[in-house]
């Protein structure tokens, strides 16, 4: 699958697809899925850790740590979108209600 074909709804039926042929649907519950989130975002963390600002913002420069820091990002993003398919959240949805109440919130001075 190239990237230009690429959705939220289609990386969803992918990962459901993914799961379903190893049988691992009993155990994508809400709770373990919140679990693995977690888990994942921070290994995420773990990589900025101790890190200046200075080198957080060029942590993409260096190959290795690109890689790692890719890897960790599509492990939040798959948990969180399993997450969002067993619960019946539509996550574009969600962001876009998200971002309109926080205008309200906060309004530009």
């Not at 913002?57 to 260096?62: K, L, Q």
């Amino acid at each position: 699958m190239t990237e230009q074909h690429l959705d939220v709804a289609k990386l969803q039926r992918r990962l459901a697809e993914f799961a379903a042929a190893r049988n691992w649907q009993p155990f994508h519950t809400p709770k373990n899925l919140v679990a693995a989130l977690s888990v994942e975002a921070s290994e995420l963390v773990e990589i900025f850790q101790w890190l200046t600002p200075e080198e957080s913002a060029n942590v993409m420069e260096d190959p290795e740590t690109a890689h790692r820091v890719t890897d960790e990002i599509a492990d939040v993003l798959a948990y969180l979108l399993q997450l969002c398919e067993v619960l019946g959240v539509d996550p574009l949805a969600a962001l876009n209600a998200k971002i309109d109440r926080n205008e309200h919130r906060f309004p530009a001075p």
